[in-house]
């Protein structure tokens, strides 16, 4: 049997998204910025889209900024505020909402287990002078909203906190997060990659200024994603060029992969509740299934998680080796995020969860969606509680005879 069970890392291009991009792949090929017919028929397709992925969200089209995925709408909005408010003081955006008069924005604030599209931007503003706050997590993921409060400063200009973790599931509480940086007249900048497409979200009413999705967490294609900013928020671009994307981002429109995505996300805005209702129904069974291994312990929020995730930590197997393990097995899963595989140091997620190192080693995120059928969880359950076996059986630090780890 083959599973993947690796949806947070990507999905698989949904056949709707696909037909809907073939033609801007074959026949239309026209650059949407030239004015010949062919050309109209992309720069209509690609609107089209605009106004699809702004209708699922709550938002006006015009607020809507095509870009080449999560990562660059993630850079993009840290860069941009920190760039829009340096020298700007009160001027400009809601930083006028708080009253708090003209001061440079020099301050922003995090939380520890974003993506590190977010982290790692943040470091790089910190090394240009930027102060950095990064905001701990409780043990089950979740960010207080009464530290973010207490966190603001004067010359706070961002607060960025992720919809929803990729690697253990949590939803934050982003609605009372915004609530207070808007009290505050500060931006707020959330990470929904994980999110859209997975869990309603509605913007007309959500606190929040920026907002980053990208195509392929969806069924949609990979390289194409888009960042959200409200009305009355203005950044600087990120890239320069010919001035696509009304001067802001610059770069030939990827029409297909704006079609694919609006596709993709129509689709599961359509199925969503129906999704939530199978996929986490056979994510409960998951989990409780292997919960009973022993010294397992589920990651996240056993409540406000992600309707597909389940994941764990094992003690005494490397999660690594599991993954490997599992592969054979033809189950495809993940230790730790994608990204951080290959190196050794255990995710920066997992230990802001005061996990420690060498229980955050046994780490695996199994993340599942509404295509996955009940036999495939079936299958799950068996291989992972086989591979934790064979994985402890190897391991110095388990011993076999008291099916316990060694102290
Ligand atoms: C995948 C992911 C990203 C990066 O998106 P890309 O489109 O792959 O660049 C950013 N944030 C989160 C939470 C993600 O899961």
Same mark, same amino acid.
């Given at each position: 049997?083959?599973?993947?069970?690796?949806?947070?890392?990507?999905?698989?291009?949904?056949?709707?998204?696909?037909?809907?991009?073939?033609?801007?792949?074959?026949?239309?090929?026209?650059?949407?910025?030239?004015?010949?017919?062919?050309?109209?028929?992309?720069?209509?397709?690609?609107?089209?889209?605009?106004?699809?992925?702004?209708?699922?969200?709550?938002?006006?089209?015009?607020?809507?900024?095509?870009?080449?995925?999560?990562?660059?709408?993630?850079?993009? *909005? !840290?860069?941009?505020?920190?760039?829009?408010?340096?020298?700007?003081?009160?001027? =400009? %955006?809601?930083?006028? +909402? &708080?009253? /708090?008069?003209?001061?440079?924005?020099?301050?922003?604030?995090?939380?520890?287990?974003?993506?590190?599209?977010?982290?790692?931007?943040?470091?790089?503003?910190?090394?240009?002078?930027?102060?950095?706050?990064?905001?701990?997590?409780?043990?089950?993921?979740?960010?207080?909203?009464?530290?973010?409060?207490?966190?603001?400063?004067?010359?706070?200009?961002?607060?960025?906190?992720?919809?929803?973790?990729?690697?253990?599931?949590?939803?934050?509480?982003?609605?009372?997060?915004?609530?207070?940086?808007?009290?505050?007249?500060?931006?707020?900048?959330?990470?929904?990659?994980?999110?859209?497409?997975?869990?309603?979200?509605?913007?007309?009413?959500?606190?929040?200024?920026?907002?980053?999705?990208?195509?392929?967490?969806?069924?949609?294609?990979?390289?194409?994603? *888009? !960042?959200?900013?409200?009305?009355?928020?203005?950044?600087?671009?990120?890239?320069? =060029? %010919?001035?696509?994307? +009304? &001067?802001? /981002?610059?770069?030939?429109?990827?029409?297909?992969?704006?079609?694919?995505?609006?596709?993709?996300?129509?689709?599961?805005?359509?199925?969503?509740?129906?999704?939530?209702?199978?996929?986490?129904?056979?994510?409960?069974?998951?989990?409780?299934?292997?919960?009973?291994?022993?010294?397992?312990?589920?990651?996240?929020?056993?409540?406000?998680?992600?309707?597909?995730?389940?994941?764990?930590?094992?003690?005494?197997?490397?999660?690594?080796?599991?993954?490997?393990?599992?592969?054979?097995?033809?189950?495809?899963?993940?230790?730790?995020?994608?990204?951080?595989?290959?190196?050794?140091?255990?995710?920066?997620?997992?230990?802001?969860?005061?996990?420690?190192?060498?229980?955050?080693?046994?780490?695996?995120?199994?993340?599942?969606?509404?295509?996955?059928?009940?036999?495939?969880?079936?299958?799950?359950?068996?291989?992972?509680?086989?591979?934790?076996?064979? %994985?402890?059986?190897?391991?110095?630090?388990?011993?076999?005879?008291?099916?316990?780890?060694?102290?």
């Amino acid at each position: 049997m083959f599973v993947y069970a690796d949806n947070a890392a990507t999905m698989p291009l949904s056949p709707a998204a696909l037909s809907a991009m073939r033609p801007f792949l074959e026949e239309n090929y026209g650059n949407a910025s030239s004015i010949y017919s062919v050309a109209r028929d992309a720069r209509r397709a690609l609107e089209d889209a605009r106004r699809t992925i702004a209708g699922a969200l709550g938002a006006a089209p015009e607020e809507i900024y095509f870009t080449a995925g999560g990562t660059e709408a993630d850079n993009w *909005a !840290l860069v941009g505020a920190c760039e829009a408010k340096r020298n700007q003081g009160g001027q =400009g %955006g809601q930083r006028d +909402r &708080g009253g /708090r008069g003209a001061q440079d924005g020099r301050h922003m604030i995090v939380s520890a287990i974003e993506h590190h599209a977010v982290l790692h931007t943040a470091q790089h503003l910190q090394k240009q002078g930027f102060e950095l706050t990064v905001l701990p997590v409780d043990k089950l993921g979740r960010v207080a909203a009464s530290q973010v409060q207490e966190a603001l400063r004067p010359d706070t200009v961002l607060v960025s906190c992720m919809t929803a973790n990729n690697e253990v599931g949590t939803i934050q509480p982003i609605e009372e997060i915004g609530r207070l940086c808007h009290a505050s007249g500060v931006w707020f900048h959330t990470d929904a990659v994980q999110a859209i497409g997975h869990i309603p979200l509605d913007l007309s009413s959500l606190p929040v200024d920026m907002l980053s999705l990208s195509g392929h967490k969806f069924g949609g294609p990979k390289g194409i994603g *888009a !960042l959200f900013l409200r009305r009355g928020v203005r950044l600087p671009p990120l890239l320069h =060029g %010919g001035g696509h994307e +009304r &001067g802001l /981002r610059s770069g030939t429109e990827n029409v297909a992969g704006a079609v694919g995505m609006a596709a993709a996300l129509r689709e599961s805005t359509l199925g969503m509740a129906e999704d939530i209702r199978r996929t986490s129904a056979m994510r409960d069974r998951l989990i409780a299934a292997l919960s009973a291994i022993p010294y397992a312990f589920l990651t996240g929020d056993p409540e406000n998680r992600l309707p597909g995730n389940a994941s764990f930590v094992f003690a005494c197997v490397e999660g690594e080796s599991l993954v490997l393990n599992l592969d054979m097995a033809g189950v495809c899963a993940s230790s730790g995020s994608a990204c951080s595989s290959g190196s050794l140091d255990p995710s920066h997620v997992l230990l802001a969860l005061g996990l420690p190192h060498e229980v955050a080693h046994g780490s695996l995120r199994l993340t599942i969606s509404g295509d996955t059928t009940p036999e495939q969880v079936d299958y799950l359950i068996s291989q992972v509680i086989a591979a934790v076996a064979r %994985g402890r059986a190897m391991s110095p630090l388990w011993d076999a005879a008291a099916q316990k780890p060694i102290q």
